[in-house]
């Protein structure tokens, strides 16, 4: 199916849901509400005719100062069998910062949803495990944030400082040589 | 007399593997629940090798973010390189010329042999198949020999540019590729010698982590992972890039899904890799190696920008204000890198610096899975579903 007449599909499907469609590059993104996310991804999972089966990519966007709705969550989506691709955009604004998970359509969604929420902050509800993935659990902050330096935060990681403690403590079993 | 049963005292036990653990292919971190030797659940830890690399590209030009890409998977850099720079391209709307297309295959399927035969020799060894390592090694040494000749450095290349390849291929080097494509086939056979038919191999394999077709779709697997399981999925079929449209190859496939399954479609990827390269050489090009563009991209040679007024303006304009700004818009390109498909999705907001970019990279997806794998198995068993996933934890934590 061509990529704008999926995003025809959907709108048909749920036309108060999406808040618009853009083509660039032959490839083509449909921006949605979060309200009804799950759903519109089972739809798209399901539909003999679009068969979203696989999820290539789950990102978090931030477009602080940018656009009225700060965050957004993009969903790649590729069917193995009709061979065509869509990208899903779901809309998460900054006072809640939360949106359904995915987990229960991809299997694969749950480290990247993770990710999302390790770098971004952006909460997964429903999600089985929701743990910061690559940074130490007692980071404080989200680094990817427009609004988060990049040259590091402003105070010391708690944790180093006990790293460093521990390192101290251990020294007596140090190799000597 | 009356028998009396003595209860066995048993609890389960947590054991912490890794992060330096040599066989979790660096610095992966599982924390295993053991009844007995059965791994009742597999709790995976990534990070360690966090770098923020989608960070960094944001405050850095697209021309600047290309070394970045090369220390994502650090042993196919090449071939990150190219995902990169295809993508870039793909924003701009432009397109390499025929001869660096034909040049940039070439050295994507060199990079798919060098980091398969990482994979073969980790692989084999964790297993207890010294010998294969020490034999596949003499060829990495080969292919990165030739990376050499090539551009002048053996790991992190930063070969490939926005619009085109940096130098050209000397005779030479397309010489010695064509002996290796000719030589390396029956260096293949000599590995498979040494463990297809071994009985160690094939029960430490064979029927171990299985995964099914659906589910391997399900939890988004690609590459040879994805394969084994039977799916027949390769982006350099289904979204042909570079010079892949023009060549012919196969797509080997496994049936079971297991370990074994696995490592068939990588040996045979390997033979498939030598064939592509061999039709790139017959078939290469005449012509320029860098688009008409180029200079709106990427730097000018040095000799010319201290001799060419022009060269030196544009010189001057990329480092100080990056590449031509590029249009408003987003795109995801995607790649078949060894480990499998590595995406590359940037959000460009009209500037010469990437608003975002997002990796896709195929090793955390496939980190994501081994609880999948090793859960109800031996321990033993665990060391072999780290090593057919082919992870390398530098693109994991990126």
């Given at each position: 199916m061509e990529p704008l007449e999926i995003a025809e599909r959907i709108r048909e499907r749920f036309p108060e849901e999406v808040r618009g469609v853009v083509e660039f590059r032959g490839q083509v993104s449909v921006l949605i509400r979060k309200e009804r996310l799950l759903e519109i991804c089972r739809f798209l999972h399901d539909e003999p005719a679009l068969a979203?089966?696989?999820?290539k990519d789950l990102c978090g966007v931030d477009y602080l100062g940018r656009r009225p709705v700060r965050f957004e969550v993009v969903y790649t989506l590729y069917s193995m069998k009709h061979r065509h691709m869509v990208r899903l955009k779901a809309e998460v604004g900054e006072d809640d910062p939360s949106v359904e998970s995915v987990v229960p359509v991809w299997a694969g969604a749950n480290w990247h949803e993770r990710e999302c929420y390790d770098m971004f902050g952006i909460v997964f509800n429903n999600h089985p495990d929701l743990r910061r993935i690559l940074m130490p659990e007692d980071w404080e902050g989200y680094p990817m944030r427009k609004d988060y330096p990049a040259e590091g935060p402003e105070k010391e990681w708690q944790g180093f400082r006990k790293v460093l403690e521990k390192a101290e403590r251990l020294k007596e079993f140090t190799w000597k040589g | 007399m009356e028998r009396v049963e003595k209860p066995l005292q048993t609890r389960e036990l947590t054991v912490s593997m890794g992060p330096q653990h040599p066989s979790t292919h660096g610095v992966l971190r599982l924390v295993l629940e053991l009844d007995g030797e059965t791994v009742m659940k597999c709790t995976p830890y990534v990070g360690y090798l966090h770098r923020g690399t989608e960070k960094l590209a944001e405050g850095m030009t697209y021309l600047q973010a290309?070394?970045?890409?090369?220390?994502?998977?650090y042993i196919s850099s090449m071939a990150n390189n190219v995902g990169y720079c295809l993508a870039v391209e793909r924003l701009f709307g432009i397109e390499a010329p025929e001869r660096a297309r034909f040049i940039r295959t070439m050295v994507c399927e060199m990079t798919r042999i060098s980091s398969h035969i990482i994979w073969i020799a980790t692989h084999a060894l964790d297993l207890g198949a010294m010998t294969v390592f020490l034999y596949s090694f003499r060829e990495r040494e080969w292919i990165l020999d030739l990376f050499e000749m090539l551009c002048g450095a053996r790991l992190t290349v930063s070969y490939p540019r926005i619009g085109g390849v940096r130098n050209d291929v000397s005779p030479e080097f397309l010489d010695s590729l064509y002996t290796f494509t000719e030589e390396f086939p029956k260096r293949i056979e000599e590995y498979e010698t040494l463990i297809d038919k071994n009985r160690i191999w094939l029960r430490r394999t064979k029927g171990i982590g299985v995964i099914s077709a659906e589910e391997a779709i399900n939890w988004g697997l690609s590459g040879p992972v994805l394969r084994g399981s039977g799916v027949n999925y390769d982006v350099r079929k289904r979204?042909?890039?570079?010079?892949y449209d023009r060549v012919e190859f196969d797509v080997p496939l496994g049936r079971n899904g297991d370990v074994y399954d696995r490592y068939r479609c990588r040996m045979e990827e390997m033979r498939q890799s030598a064939r592509i390269i061999r039709q790139c050489i017959e078939q290469l090009p005449a012509g320029p190696i860098m688009t008409p563009d180029a200079p709106k991209f990427t730097l000018p040679p040095k000799e010319k920008v201290l001799a060419d007024m022009e060269s030196m303006i544009h010189h001057f304009v990329l480092i100080t204000k990056g590449p031509m700004a590029a249009p408003e818009g987003e795109i995801y390109v995607a790649t078949e890198v060894p480990k499998g498909e590595l995406g590359f999705y940037i959000v460009s907001d009209g500037t010469g610096k990437p608003y975002r970019m997002r990796v896709r990279a195929p090793s955390f997806v496939h980190a994501s899975v081994l609880p999948k794998l090793c859960e109800g198995g031996l321990v033993a068993d665990v060391i072999a579903n780290i090593g057919t996933i082919d992870i390398v934890l530098g693109e994991c934590d990126r």
């Amino acid at each position: 199916m061509e990529p704008l007449e999926i995003a025809e599909r959907i709108r048909e499907r749920f036309p108060e849901e999406v808040r618009g469609v853009v083509e660039f590059r032959g490839q083509v993104s449909v921006l949605i509400r979060k309200e009804r996310l799950l759903e519109i991804c089972r739809f798209l999972h399901d539909e003999p005719a679009l068969a979203f089966d696989y999820l290539k990519d789950l990102c978090g966007v931030d477009y602080l100062g940018r656009r009225p709705v700060r965050f957004e969550v993009v969903y790649t989506l590729y069917s193995m069998k009709h061979r065509h691709m869509v990208r899903l955009k779901a809309e998460v604004g900054e006072d809640d910062p939360s949106v359904e998970s995915v987990v229960p359509v991809w299997a694969g969604a749950n480290w990247h949803e993770r990710e999302c929420y390790d770098m971004f902050g952006i909460v997964f509800n429903n999600h089985p495990d929701l743990r910061r993935i690559l940074m130490p659990e007692d980071w404080e902050g989200y680094p990817m944030r427009k609004d988060y330096p990049a040259e590091g935060p402003e105070k010391e990681w708690q944790g180093f400082r006990k790293v460093l403690e521990k390192a101290e403590r251990l020294k007596e079993f140090t190799w000597k040589g | 007399m009356e028998r009396v049963e003595k209860p066995l005292q048993t609890r389960e036990l947590t054991v912490s593997m890794g992060p330096q653990h040599p066989s979790t292919h660096g610095v992966l971190r599982l924390v295993l629940e053991l009844d007995g030797e059965t791994v009742m659940k597999c709790t995976p830890y990534v990070g360690y090798l966090h770098r923020g690399t989608e960070k960094l590209a944001e405050g850095m030009t697209y021309l600047q973010a290309l070394p970045l890409t090369d220390r994502l998977d650090y042993i196919s850099s090449m071939a990150n390189n190219v995902g990169y720079c295809l993508a870039v391209e793909r924003l701009f709307g432009i397109e390499a010329p025929e001869r660096a297309r034909f040049i940039r295959t070439m050295v994507c399927e060199m990079t798919r042999i060098s980091s398969h035969i990482i994979w073969i020799a980790t692989h084999a060894l964790d297993l207890g198949a010294m010998t294969v390592f020490l034999y596949s090694f003499r060829e990495r040494e080969w292919i990165l020999d030739l990376f050499e000749m090539l551009c002048g450095a053996r790991l992190t290349v930063s070969y490939p540019r926005i619009g085109g390849v940096r130098n050209d291929v000397s005779p030479e080097f397309l010489d010695s590729l064509y002996t290796f494509t000719e030589e390396f086939p029956k260096r293949i056979e000599e590995y498979e010698t040494l463990i297809d038919k071994n009985r160690i191999w094939l029960r430490r394999t064979k029927g171990i982590g299985v995964i099914s077709a659906e589910e391997a779709i399900n939890w988004g697997l690609s590459g040879p992972v994805l394969r084994g399981s039977g799916v027949n999925y390769d982006v350099r079929k289904r979204f042909p890039y570079d010079a892949y449209d023009r060549v012919e190859f196969d797509v080997p496939l496994g049936r079971n899904g297991d370990v074994y399954d696995r490592y068939r479609c990588r040996m045979e990827e390997m033979r498939q890799s030598a064939r592509i390269i061999r039709q790139c050489i017959e078939q290469l090009p005449a012509g320029p190696i860098m688009t008409p563009d180029a200079p709106k991209f990427t730097l000018p040679p040095k000799e010319k920008v201290l001799a060419d007024m022009e060269s030196m303006i544009h010189h001057f304009v990329l480092i100080t204000k990056g590449p031509m700004a590029a249009p408003e818009g987003e795109i995801y390109v995607a790649t078949e890198v060894p480990k499998g498909e590595l995406g590359f999705y940037i959000v460009s907001d009209g500037t010469g610096k990437p608003y975002r970019m997002r990796v896709r990279a195929p090793s955390f997806v496939h980190a994501s899975v081994l609880p999948k794998l090793c859960e109800g198995g031996l321990v033993a068993d665990v060391i072999a579903n780290i090593g057919t996933i082919d992870i390398v934890l530098g693109e994991c934590d990126r």
